[in-house]
């Protein structure tokens, strides 16, 4: 279920070419401060990935809530459900 969440988070990206050593930057909008670069879109998806995974942890670690993204909610520690 939780492949699913992220799945969807991906889904959602937003990706733009940047002025940088890393051109690709990509965001979740649906996940405050989840974003990440790569020196292709796929690294940089791949590297996204990966953010959105620790940023899912730390926030169940502490015990913070997680925003839905689209129909996909975590309620609590391993639980999530589609709406």
């Known amino acids: 279920m939780l492949?699913?969440?992220i799945h969807a988070a991906l889904e959602n990206a937003r990706y733009e070419i940047i002025?940088?050593?890393e051109p690709y930057y990509g965001e979740v909008p649906e996940?405050?401060?989840v974003w990440a670069t790569g020196s292709t879109l796929e690294e940089c998806r791949r590297n996204l990935e990966?953010?959105?995974d620790e940023w899912i942890v730390f926030r169940?670690?502490?015990g913070f809530t997680l925003p839905p993204v689209g129909n996909h909610v975590i309620e609590d520690c391993g639980e999530a459900a589609v709406v």
Do not use: H, P, Q, T
């Open 50 to 52: 990966e953010v959105i």
């Open 60 to 62: 169940l670690c502490r």
């Open 31 to 33: 996940l405050e401060g």
């Open 19 to 21: 002025e940088d050593d």
């Open 3 to 5: 492949i699913e969440y």
